[in-house]
C-alpha cells in the first residue's frame, strides 16, 4: 500500500486540492511523535486550525490509520503501526535489493569527470567522481535508462606544456611509475623551468600552432602522452569502481563546434565585434555576452560544448541530460544552456548542471609532490593505509589477504559517503581520519551497522513459525520501521532533486535507530515469537542499508 497516495485519496474528498497538489504538500512529520504525515491546512483558509478541525471530523479513519489529530495548522496522520510493519517488512523481504526502486522511463546523459591530459586525476575529480557515479546509479534504480559519459580535454596550451617538458628533458624514457603521475611530473617540470626561462612559453605556444596544423612529430608525441595519462585515468577509474558509456575527446570536436558558432553568426543569432570575434549576445537575458570564436578562427573552450551536446543527443536522444562541474563553471553551463535555447536546440531544455563546491583539506595534510594538487590515487594510497591501521587494532585472526582486501573496501567507503554526504553546492573540508571513523556521521558506520545486522541473522540462524509483526510493539521498533517506509521517499528525492547527501542522512539515521533499538532491545532470546518479528526486523534494515550504500557505490560488507 502507498499510503502517502492512500491519505491523498481521503483528502480530495474533503478539499478542492487534486490528489498531485496534495501529495506535493504532504510532508514527513521532523519528529514521529507528530505522526507518520502532515498535512498543511494554510490554503484552505484564513483559520488553518479551524480548516484542519473541519476535515479532522469529515474523514472516517480506515484501517489503515490509528489516529488522525490536529497539531496548529497541521492535520497529522498516524499509521497503523502492526499493519505498517507487516506490509513493509514482507515487502522488504520479497523486493530485496529492488525496494526503493522506482517505475522513471527517461533517458538520462550524465557528464562527470572531465579531466585534463597533462596530469593524474585530483581531489576535486574525487567529488566529481562520487557525485557522478552516484547520481547515475540513484536515476537508474529510478528506472531510468543512464548513460554514464566522460569528456577528455586533451588539446591546448596546457597538453603543450607537459609535451615540450619531455621533448626537451624526457630522453625519450618510457614512463616508471604509474603513466598519468609519470606524465603530470613533466607538467609540473615545465612550470619549474619557465619560471626560470619565460622564453618556454612561446616555445608551448608554438608547439600548439603546429600541433592545430596537424605536425606529424608534433601530433606523434601527443598521441604518446595521451596514451600514458588516459591508460592511468583507466586504472584510477577501476579502482574507484567507475566506468563510462562512452568518452568524448576534444580534439575531436572543436572543429565541428566552429561550425555551429558560424551556423548562429549565419542566422543572425551570434554578432562579430570590431575584433572579429563571434560573440553571443546575452546581455538582454540577464548574462555577460559570450565569445565563441576569436577573431582568428580559434576556439574557446565554449566552442567544443556547443557541439558536444548537439553530437551527445544525436548518439542518445535522451530526456535529460546532467552535466556535474564544479561550481566555478556555473556562470559557463548558464550561457551554454542560454545559447541552445537561441539556437533553438530541441534539448535546449533537458539540459542540468549538478553544480557541487571545492574540496579542501586541513592544512598541511596529504600535500601532493607538487604541494599543491592533491592526487586521487595518493588519497585512496592514503586512506587505505589508515584503514588497515584500524582494521590491525580491531582484528587479530585475519589473513593478509582478508586485511588488504577489507582495507580497500573501508577506505573507499570513507571517501565516497564524506564527499557525498555534504550538500553538492557547498564547498566542504575532507578530514581523512574522521571519514574513517566507526562511529559517527561515516561510510564505516554504516558498513558496520549492515555487518552487525548481518551477524545477528547468521547467530539466529532459521526460527521456524509464521511472524507475529504485531509483536513490536516496542518504540525503537515502530521508529525503525518508519525509516524503512520512508526509504522509498528518500531515494524518490535524491533522484529527482540530484540530492545524493539525503540519502546519506537517511542511512546514517536508519543506522543509529538500529543501533539504539540493538542495545534496548534483545533480539536472540527465549521469547520466539518476539525474537522472528525482530529478526525479520533486523533483516529488513540489513536489506535496506545494502540497497542504500550500493546506491552510493559503497560495498556493504557481511563482516567487519
Known sequence: ?????????????????????????????????????????FKLGKNAKEEAEKIKLKIRIPKFLSDIKVAGPYLNFFLNKAQLAEETLTRI????????????????????????????????????????NAMCRILAFQGNTVHPVNIINDRGIHICKSMLAYQKWGENKKPDKKSD??????????????????????????MLVAWEKGDPKVRALWKKMNSWVLKGFAQTYTR???????????????????????????????IKDEKGFIVAPLESHGLPNKVLLRGDGTSVYMTQDLYL??????????????????????????????????????????????SYGMVHLPTGRMKSREGTVIDAD??????????????????????????????????????????????????????????LSFEGETGPYVQYT?????????????????????ALQHEKEKNIVAHLLNFNNIVDDAARNYRPHVLCHYLIELA????????????????????????????????????GLGLLGITAPREM
Open 93 to 132: 523481504k520479497k523486493e530485496k535489493k529492488k525496494y526503493g526502486a522506482g517505475s522513471a522511463k527517461e533517458k538520462i546523459l550524465i557528464e562527470y569527470c572531465g579531466p585534463n591530459t597533462n596530469k593524474p586525476l585530483h581531489l576535486g575529480h574525487v567529488r566529481n567522481m562520487a557525485l557522478g
Open 512 to 547: 543509529q535507530a538500529f543501533n539504539e533499538f540493538y542495545h534496548a532491545c534483545p533480539v536472540i532470546s527465549d521469547d520466539k515469537e518476539l525474537m522472528k518479528a525482530r529478526l525479520a526486523l533486523v533483516d529488513a534494515v540489513r536489506q535496506v542499508l545494502e540497497n
Open 309 to 354: 551536446a548537439q553530437k551527445r543527443y544525436e548518439d542518445y536522444h535522451f530526456d535529460t541530460m546532467g552535466y556535474v562541474v564544479a561550481s566555478e563553471q556555473q556562470l559557463h553551463f548558464q550561457q551554454l544552456f542560454k545559447i541552445m535555447e537561441l539556437l533553438q536546440r530541441p534539448y535546449a531544455s533537458k539540459l542540468y548542471h549538478l
Open 240 to 270: 574507484f569502481g567507475i566506468n563510462f558509456d562512452r568518452e568524448y575527446f576534444e580534439s575531436e570536436l572543436y572543429e565541428a563546434g566552429k561550425e555551429v558558432a558560424l551556423e548562429g553568426l549565419r542566422k543572425g543569432i551570434f
Open 450 to 470: 549492515h555487518a552487525r545486522a548481518c551477524s545477528i541473522v547468521r547467530k539466529a540462524g532459521k526460527v521456524p513459525g509464521k511472524v507475529n509483526y504485531g
Open 378 to 435: 595518493d588519497i585512496m594510497d592514503e586512506m587505505n593505509a589508515l584503514a588497515e591501521t584500524e582494521i590491525r587494532k580491531r582484528y587479530q585472526n585475519l589473513t593478509e589477504k582478508e586485511i588488504h582486501q577489507r582495507a580497500e573496501m573501508i577506505g573507499l567507503a570513507a571517501i565516497k559517503f564524506f564527499m557525498l554526504r555534504t550538500d553538492a553546492h557547498r564547498d566542504m573540508v575532507f578530514n581523512p581520519e574522521e571519514s
Open 181 to 206: 603521475h609519470y606524465v603530470g611530473d613533466y607538467y609540473v617540470l615545465y612550470a619549474k623551468k619557465s619560471a626560470e626561462d619565460p622564453a618556454l612559453e612561446t616555445e608551448a605556444q608554438q
Open 1 to 41: 500500500m502507498d499510503y502517502k497516495k492512500e491519505i491523498a485519496t481521503l483528502l480530495v474528498k474533503e478539499t478542492n486540492f487534486t490528489a498531485d497538489e496534495i501529495l506535493a504538500q504532504l510532508t514527513v512529520p521532523p519528529n514521529p511523535v507528530l505522526g507518520d504525515y502532515a498535512f498543511p491546512c
